[in-house]
């Protein structure tokens, strides 16, 4: 039986509504958070608490083994692919995480970040988001312990984008905001104030942090509080959103893969309407602190990222494979490693549209600069396509050659 919301209790059976509170309030299996919730315009606020049941444990279930599917999946890609799949994967990350706050970025100026390339100066804003979500990437660690620890990450991440919208959102307090704030709806209905004073805000965000560290709590629960009370204490002026999402991508790519944290926000993004109105309904003084109904709604977007992360993985390696069986065929007379030259640059061509640089391809194959342009000048120039707007040069392959057009 599906988890019924107390506030859609409070509407549909109001003769039960104080009882059934009181019995998950105190259940010997619910968990009592720090933090209480109030809603905007109202007096009261609640303790916030999560009862524990079945949903969730096979929520968990679930999303394990999809990881065990997905793994054995990873296994049968070739690692160059997976590289350019995960940056095609970034770029629609950052583009997506930007379009939930409703700021524009285009593919081409994240692409041209990750390349080098430089962007107009209303654009330079978005290297910090890139560089940051590059992290997740390449692996590199980060540390969300302290209050401390988010403002200095607030700063080389969302800050700049920040200014770049309204120059009057830096932070201006000891380390976080120190005047209001209002979350308002198109028709600028207020629909949530953020924590008040900075104290407040402070204190919330130190406990709403020893929650996220929290090991006694199993991780995809812990990741989905931590994202409802980041926003619920909505610490700075703007660019909380865009925060409080990656900090939960940045956690998912150390306990799955970079590659399930980087459609979290593509996942989020296409049920936007849904994703604002479960912070609304959570926050509702009707529903009391209960957080279950928003912890288990946030754990199925992780699990559709996982959904869409296997499903695309499989239909780029099934496009692999198949491609790969023509290009066989057209360079069948070719040794060795001109042969492995040209798969890599269909990998390049089919998975991130960017390329492959000369150090990438030199990785790749074990083999030095002047063996691989070697190589390539013996490739006829119209098999592959070279991006020389910045260094280094990025190489794909011409699809042309695979697709039925003259060479």
């Not at 969730?56 to 997905?70: E, G, R, W």
């Not at 390449?138 to 990450?153: K, M, P, W, Y």
């Not at 090991?215 to 700075?236: D, G, M, T």
């Not at 198949?322 to 269909?346: S, W």
Request: proline content about 4%; overall charge neutral; glycine content about 2%.
């Amino acid at each position: 039986m599906k988890y019924m919301p107390l506030w859609k209790i409070y509407y549909v059976s109001p003769d039960t509504y104080e009882q059934v509170y009181a019995e998950r309030f105190y259940a010997c299996t619910t968990k009592h958070f720090p933090i209480s919730v109030k809603e905007v315009n109202r007096k009261q606020a609640y303790p916030s608490f999560l009862c524990y049941n079945e949903e969730i444990s096979l929520l968990i279930q679930t999303m394990y083994q999809k990881y065990i599917q997905f793994m054995k999946l990873l296994a049968e890609c070739p690692p160059v692919m997976l590289r350019q799949y995960a940056v095609s994967c970034l770029i629609e990350e950052v583009q997506a995480t930007n379009e939930i706050e409703g700021v524009r970025s285009t593919r081409k100026q994240i692409k041209d970040i990750l390349q080098n390339i430089p962007v107009s100066a209303a654009y330079r804003h978005l290297a910090s988001l890139v560089d940051q979500y590059l992290r997740i990437l390449n692996h590199e660690g980060a540390s969300f312990s302290t209050c401390r620890d988010v403002r200095d990450f607030y700063d080389s991440f969302a800050l700049a984008e920040v200014v770049q919208e309204n120059p009057a959102h830096v932070p201006d307090g000891i380390i976080f905001r120190k005047a209001p704030v209002e979350i308002t709806s198109q028709t600028n209905r207020v629909k949530h104030e953020g924590l008040m004073p900075e104290q407040a805000i402070i204190e919330a965000m130190d406990q709403a942090l020893s929650i996220l560290q929290a090991a006694e709590i199993p991780l995809l629960v812990r990741l989905a509080a931590f994202h409802y009370f980041f926003e619920y204490i909505h610490p700075f002026y703007d660019g909380n959103g865009r925060t409080g999402r990656f900090i939960v991508s940045y956690y998912l790519s150390l306990e799955f893969s970079p590659y399930i944290a980087l459609r979290l926000s593509v996942e989020i993004n296409k049920r936007k309407n849904a994703y604002y109105k479960m912070f609304e309904e959570t926050s509702s003084q009707w529903n009391r602190g209960d957080l279950t109904p928003f912890i288990l709604q946030f754990m199925e977007f992780i699990s559709l990222a996982f959904d869409d992360t296997i499903s695309l993985l499989s239909r780029k390696k099934e496009q692999l494979k198949r491609f790969a069986a023509q290009l066989n065929e057209k360079v069948a007379g070719q040794d060795a490693l001109t042969k492995t030259i040209y798969y890599l640059l269909l990998q390049a061509s089919l998975f991130s549209g960017i390329g492959i640089t000369m150090d990438q391809l030199m990785e790749a194959t074990h083999k030095t600069r002047v063996t691989i342009k070697s190589r390539l000048s013996k490739i006829p120039q119209a098999h592959y396509l070279v991006d020389k707007n910045e260094k280094p040069f990025h190489y794909r392959l011409n699809m042309k050659i695979l697709l039925g057009s003259k060479e």
